[in-house]
């Protein structure tokens, strides 16, 4: 799957835009700056954004090719973010580390989907906050960007699932317009969660 994201990420420009996900900067707003965690972090624009707000960002992906373009945009912006190449199974992090976690469009495999969403909560401190937006199982029915593979879709109830020890989760299923980079633009169907440990 690297393969398939250092081709992507290859490109001169930054194909998911090099602004924050809209409504993760709306929620990280709302919050404390502190500790942050940025998985599948692809080309950074999500971290750096975070850094540039005084959050201490980590992040990692398995793309070499997105760490590259990543530590360019957090230079650019004369911010640091630690950002490792890693994947989900072998990513390591103390248990109550973070005060915050974003997963902006970071679709897994469906039989690996549950174990490591709890791995990553696991890293979460006690009243940290989750954030997530990723495509809906609708999204199947738009080409705006994300998965072609149903399974890797999320609805509600995997994700009321895979979280269901936060104190407490809000999921909101919902159409948006999508305008980051060339690879996400037009209609889609989201997920959107803002969870607390």
Do not use: C
């Not at 599948?40 to 005084?54: D, F, I, K, L, S």
């Not at 960007?145 to 919902?174: A, N, Q, Y």
Request: aromatic share 12%.
């Amino acid at each position: 799957m690297s393969d398939f994201w250092n081709q992507r990420f290859s490109a001169v420009e930054y194909v998911y835009g090099t602004q924050p996900n809209q409504f993760y900067s709306q929620q990280l707003k709302k919050l404390k700056p502190g500790k942050i965690l940025f998985p599948a972090e692809g080309e950074g624009r999500n971290a750096v954004y975070a850094a540039t707000q005084g959050w201490q960002v980590s992040a990692f992906d398995t793309s070499s090719e997105g760490k590259r373009k990543a530590i360019s945009l957090a230079t650019a912006k004369k911010v640091s973010i630690d950002y490792i190449l890693v994947g989900y199974e072998e990513i390591s992090y103390s248990n109550d580390s973070f005060d915050a976690i974003v997963l902006i469009f970071a679709h897994m495999p469906p039989l690996k989907r549950r174990d490591y969403h709890k791995k990553l909560a696991s890293f979460l401190k006690p009243g940290g906050v989750l954030i997530l937006e990723a495509f809906s199982k609708n999204q199947i029915n738009y080409h705006s960007g994300g998965p072609r593979d149903i399974d890797m879709l999320f609805s509600e109830d995997e994700l009321r699932e895979d979280f269901k020890t936060f104190t407490s989760l809000k999921i909101v299923e919902t159409e948006t317009i999508l305008d980051e980079g060339a690879f996400h633009q037009g209609k889609a169907a989201v997920i959107r969660v803002v969870g607390k440990k």
